[in-house]
């Protein structure tokens, strides 16, 4: 569905997949594998995956054609908890990046902005406007420094090391690094339980605007709107809920379960 909204709307296919949270295995490169367009899979940061040394480099999946980019430990985010409050801060950091890995190398330190917050999320006084007004001149004055999108990181990098990872890498999306922003509670769980056992009726059916609804239902976000645990970036999903409570959520989604079903028999 993303891919054909880019199409209509732009006129391209997006080639950078990003799963919510950054979350990452080995059954998302098998899908992403079979489709023409993506070339490059951001992946949050998964310390003690065999074959990664560093995640200033860049990996692959097995023979796929993908390029893998994890997040940095310290990428400089525009979320208040984990952003650099000064570009000085941030140049200091490439250099000791550049120090400690060598000056000759292909390294890669991801800054991590999306249209949430870097807009209407974040107010002038968090300093987000001056970072990014300042921060082209000084890289751009930095040797051996440049700018780069993933959509062009991996032209020319097919000797990537390669690595698998069979488990989900840890999420970017809640403060305790896993995904109990999306399934902790058991709200969570029945609602994601009850809609995944209809998938193989709702395709069984045919009906292309029956699968385009289910498919709405597994946006994350209704889970998160479930959630109970409100930490970090969770207390800041609360603020986008149209639900007044958790428990709303939960009773709205299980009535769009509901109408799923009845459109089934």
Do not use: W
């Not at 069984?204 to 498919?215: I, P, S």
């Not at 976000?221 to 959520?249: N, V």
């Amino acid at each position: 569905m993303h891919t054909a909204l880019m199409q209509n709307m732009f006129g391209k296919a997006p080639v950078v997949f990003q799963n919510n949270g950054l979350i990452f295995t080995d059954n998302i490169a098998d899908t992403l594998d079979r489709m023409d367009n993506f070339q490059v899979i951001l992946i949050g940061n998964a310390g003690g995956i065999a074959g990664i040394n560093s995640s200033l480099y860049l990996y692959r999946k097995h023979n796929y054609k993908h390029t893998l980019m994890y997040e940095y430990q310290d990428t400089p985010d525009t979320r208040p908890a984990l952003y650099l409050s000064t570009v000085d801060e941030f140049m200091s950091r490439i250099e000791h990046i550049l120090l400690t890995e060598g000056r000759n190398k292909e390294l890669y330190l991801n800054i991590l902005v999306d249209f949430d917050n870097s807009g209407d999320c974040r107010i002038e006084n968090t300093n987000i406007y001056q970072f990014f007004g300042k921060l082209p001149e000084k890289v751009l004055k930095k040797e051996g420094v440049r700018f780069a999108l993933p959509s062009g990181v991996h032209a020319g990098n097919n000797n990537c090391a390669v690595i698998g990872y069979k488990n989900p890498t840890n999420s970017r999306t809640d403060f305790k690094g896993n995904h109990s922003v999306f399934i902790s509670n058991d709200m969570q769980k029945n609602a994601a339980e009850t809609l995944y056992d209809l998938l193989f009726f709702v395709k069984q059916k045919g009906d292309d605007a029956l699968l385009e609804t289910f498919r709405k239902l597994t946006s994350s976000d209704h889970l998160q709107y479930m959630g109970t645990e409100y930490f970090r970036d969770g207390e800041i999903h609360t603020g986008f809920s149209p639900y007044s409570s958790p428990e709303d959520a939960y009773l709205n989604f299980l009535n769009a379960i509901a109408y799923i079903e009845e459109l089934l028999r």
